[in-house]
């Protein structure tokens, strides 16, 4: 069972079900009626594959009617979503353990405040996707790396190497970790770059990066990140095979002119010709995730007592824009705004 079948989702269902598996996502009705209607379709790079053997329903309820049980729910919906689909969860007695792939920090506390820790697993998904329609998602780049941790000390209701033999039956990567706090702070730092200041722009990612200011706020909003995280005494993970536990340490004391050129590349690299989703959602109308990225940074730096004013001015604008407390026109490719707004 998929709870949320946006583009992650939608990817993620769509490899499992070509894989054998009967899979069942949970979405809006223009999805159900594409699914139910023609399957759902895997676009990648290498061609356009189709899974018929999918169902679709249009709420939690209605997914857990069937006689079938399920063996886990992938929770994939925005993270502002997530108290919401968890109360709706919680009014079924029967439920599979959990797997959260969400993208930032606080899911998981969440969704264990509820269900127990045992029954919530963490995830990380390294694969660039969209949905340029109702039953078709389309993969951006062909990276299929995926990790997973326990949360919390308490046993898995469902073995992580199960769970990894699963997915690596569907074809992806996968590495397990010992910390949920580890592999959801190292996708935090993934997920930042280039995200926020992109949306309050309307910039590229390779714009923000190629711009000299914008990208030394990029720089500091990382450093300030990594801070955090030191403090919080969070161990970073080398989720997807990038050298986080080695570079990270450096990364925090190097001038940050320095860490922009370096982080340039890593965007390229990272984003292709994807927006990235904050920005996707700021142009959409829809809710801002920025409260649970550069939000979470701020948030913890206010907890801990230590500077964050970018990650601060970040989530602050952009919040404000996502509400319509702001005006977009005002800002848009004006990096100056950014730099007076965090003090920079």
């Not at 729910?73 to 108290?83: E, I, L, Q």
């Not at 969704?111 to 039953?135: H, K, Q």
């Not at 969070?234 to 986080?244: D, I, N, T």
């Not at 920025?290 to 604008?317: C, E, F, K, M, Y």
Request: aromatic fraction near 6%; glycine fraction near 10%; proline fraction near 7%.
């Amino acid at each position: 069972m998929v709870v949320g079948a946006g583009a992650v989702g939608c990817f993620l269902g769509a490899r499992l079900a070509l894989a054998g598996h009967a899979v069942t996502l949970i979405g809006r009705e223009r999805m159900v009626e594409a699914v139910r209607g023609g399957g759902l379709a895997l676009e990648e790079p290498d061609g356009v594959r189709q899974a018929f053997n999918v169902a679709a329903a249009n709420s939690i309820a209605s997914a857990l009617s069937a006689n079938e049980p399920y063996d886990l729910a992938f929770v994939t919906v925005k993270a502002y979503d997530t108290d919401a689909v968890a109360a709706e969860l919680a009014q079924h007695p029967a439920l599979p353990p959990l797997l959260t792939m969400q993208n930032g920090v606080g899911n998981e506390e969440s969704l264990a405040e509820r269900f127990g820790e045992g029954r919530v697993l963490s995830g990380a998904i390294d694969t660039p996707v969209s949905l340029p329609a109702p039953g078709r998602v389309r993969v951006h780049r062909a990276r299929y790396k995926i990790g997973l941790a326990p949360v919390g000390r308490a046993a898995p209701a469902i073995p992580l190497a199960g769970v990894q033999a699963l997915l690596g039956g569907a074809g992806f990567q996968v590495d397990l970790f010992p910390d949920h706090r580890g592999l959801k702070w190292t996708k935090l730092l993934m997920n930042m770059l280039a995200n926020a200041s992109c949306a309050i722009l309307d910039w590229t990612p390779a714009q923000v990066m190629e711009d000299p200011v914008t990208a030394r706020l990029e720089a500091c909003a990382w450093q300030e990140a990594l801070a955090v995280i030191a403090d919080l005494g969070v161990r970073p993970v080398p989720l997807a095979g990038y050298p986080f536990p080695i570079l990270l340490p450096v990364a925090r004391r190097v001038p940050a002119s320095w860490l922009a050129r370096a982080l340039r590349g890593f965007v390229s690299g990272g984003r292709g010709s994807k927006m990235p989703s904050l920005q996707i959602a700021l142009s959409g109308g829809k809710p801002s995730e920025v409260n649970w990225l550069n939000g979470a940074v701020a948030r913890h730096a206010r907890q801990l007592h230590i500077p964050a004013p970018v990650n601060s001015a970040l989530t602050d604008l952009l919040s404000a824009l996502s509400c319509g407390d702001a005006s977009w026109a005002d800002c848009r490719g004006r990096p100056e705004v950014l730099a007076a707004l965090a003090g920079i």
